[in-house]
């Protein structure tokens, strides 16, 4: 690294800024742990949707992103309307959903955490100050069809994803998935998939 920034320097002698113009983003990732509940991120625009302004160098820019998570809480559900369509005819969902005092508490300890990151670093463009998303901005919503290991009415699926009460109904995605979590739940969704996939395989083979 420093015989790139010596060379850039001997290289481009009026540049202020000792970054190469083609050297690599920034990926640095901070794992959820008991001490640190939650994920953070600091990249430079890794989703392609914070563009910088063509008069800033984006050298000198990072994204900071930091996911926390929501107690799994019976309050928070999704009710189906009876008398309510939506445009295809199908009874509309509609979703309960509140933060509790825990999660409004580990909320603002996350954003102090990532406001004392962001300034350690330097300042902020205008108009991109640590902010909270309002709810349901989440891409990897988990437990709307939750897997449980019995029949109680608390869940939807079995640990293969396979309806409760019918034989030939499964289910995929991150729905299914019955525990909390700070970050892309994907891959957790794939494996589940193929879990149920073999499953079902397994069954019409009579195995």
């Not at 603002?108 to 100050?129: C, Q, T, W, Y």
């Not at 149920?196 to 195995?207: E, N, V, Y």
Request: glycine content about 8%; proline content about 6%; hydrophobic content about 35%.
């Amino acid at each position: 690294m420093r015989d790139a920034i010596q060379k850039h320097k001997e290289k481009n002698p009026k540049d202020p800024i000792p970054i190469p113009f083609h050297d690599k983003a920034p990926q640095v990732n901070i794992p959820f742990s008991k001490d640190h509940p939650y994920h953070c991120q600091i990249h430079r625009d890794a989703f392609k949707y914070g563009a910088v302004p063509p008069s800033v160098d984006d050298r000198l820019i990072v994204d900071l992103r930091w996911f926390g998570y929501a107690e799994a809480r019976y309050e928070n559900r999704v009710e189906f309307e009876t008398d309510v369509q939506d445009r295809f005819g199908m009874a509309q969902p509609t979703f309960h959903f509140q933060l509790s005092e825990d999660d409004a508490e580990r909320s603002h300890r996350m954003i102090d955490d990532m406001n004392k990151a962001a300034v350690a670093l330097g300042g902020f463009l205008p108009g991109s100050e640590p902010r909270f998303l309002p709810i349901g901005s989440s891409l990897n919503l988990t437990g709307s069809v939750r897997m449980g290991s019995s029949d109680n009415g608390e869940s939807v699926c079995d640990s293969h994803c396979k309806i409760w009460g019918q034989s030939n109904l499964w289910l995929g995605g991150n729905g299914v998935i019955d525990a909390t979590m700070a970050c892309n739940v994907t891959l957790t969704s794939v494996a589940l998939a193929i879990r149920s996939a073999r499953k079902i395989l397994s069954l019409a083979d009579g195995q």
